[in-house]
């Protein structure tokens, strides 16, 4: 039940030069005090035009600051529009307050994307325009920013895994994602793989706690869509609940400075890292947050013995 929704995404401080000395006093100090009481000195040629020339120096460097100052919040305007968001992020301070610490150290932004699977096992041409869109999203911060953002799609195969999806087609599908990714620039990892290493464990809902009716009535609904694996569909969003729960804390433990952007709404905080913020995203383009993976609609799940994506798949590769 990978990511249910369907409505319609060294700190590089310079040392001072005064510490290449090591921390001794230079010898031609005292001269130096010497000579700035010296008259002689003060009415030099060219010693009233250095003196008058400190106040705009001091003014540029104060702009200067102010302009490094101002920095994170260029940043931050030029994703945080309505153009990629879907509405108004969880924390927009905290996330501010991610940038900058970005800045600071002048690295890139860091993203993180759920990357799910649906009904197909290869690429199609949905899964690139939300690439594409991504693109576009990391070009507008690069415009202001030139490291730009560092995005991580993490592939939910323990969503799949729980869908019923055959091991084949989750390796067939995101194998044909991360190629696609890379070439444009985007890392990936998989989920499974975060929750072996940080061994996290739930913070919320451990396994028992009854989870809110609200949201088993969400996650039932959209597992009557996708749900595939044993049980009711109900039963499968408790599983999936629960699965949240730790794998939210694998992600935070594991990228604790990102920010954690989804396609989904508000409506499914509880389930995305609580100490993280969360930018809620259009999928590919404004006003549309159908996941690209369960793209299109109609599509027939594949199994080991049988594919139904291979046709769309190689009319997606002749568009490209």
């Not at 911060?141 to 869908?163: E, K, S």
């Amino acid at each position: 039940m990978s990511d249910y929704e369907m409505t319609a995404a060294s700190d590089a401080i310079s040392r001072p030069k005064s510490e290449d000395t090591g921390g001794k006093v230079r010898e031609n100090t005292p001269q130096r005090q010497f000579e700035s009481s010296n008259p002689a000195v003060m009415t030099a040629p060219g010693a009233f035009n250095r003196a008058s020339s400190r106040p705009q120096a001091k003014h540029e460097q104060a702009k200067h600051e102010k302009a490094k100052g101002d920095l994170p919040e260029q940043v931050l305007r030029a994703f945080n529009t309505w153009a990629f968001k879907r509405e108004q992020p969880s924390d927009p301070q905290l996330l501010l307050q991610f940038v900058a610490r970005a800045v600071a150290h002048h690295q890139p932004i860091p993203m993180l994307f759920y990357w799910g699977k649906g009904p197909r096992c290869e690429i199609d041409g949905h899964d690139h325009k939300c690439m594409e869109y991504l693109g576009t999203l990391a070009r507008r911060i690069a415009a202001v920013y030139p490291p730009g953002a560092a995005m991580r799609l993490i592939f939910t195969d323990t969503h799949a895994r729980l869908n019923g999806y055959s091991e084949l087609g989750i390796a067939n599908y995101f194998a044909s994602v991360e190629t696609e990714a890379r070439r444009r620039g985007l890392t990936c990892c998989w989920l499974s793989d975060l929750i072996e290493t940080t061994r996290a464990k739930a913070e919320d809902y451990t396994l028992g706690d009854v989870m809110p009716e609200e949201m088993l009535a969400k996650l039932s609904a959209s597992a009557m869509k996708w749900y595939h694996g044993q049980g009711t569909p109900e039963e499968g969003a408790v599983v999936y609940f629960h699965m949240n729960m730790i794998e939210k804390r694998a992600v935070e433990l594991s990228f604790p400075d990102a920010i954690f952007v989804t396609f989904n709404s508000s409506k499914f905080r509880i389930l995305f890292p609580k100490r993280l913020p969360i930018f809620y995203m259009y999928s590919m383009q404004r006003g549309v947050s159908v996941k690209p993976w369960f793209l299109p609609a109609e599509a027939r799940p594949c199994t080991e013995f049988s594919c139904h994506c291979a046709p769309v798949a190689a009319e997606a590769a002749k568009r490209d």
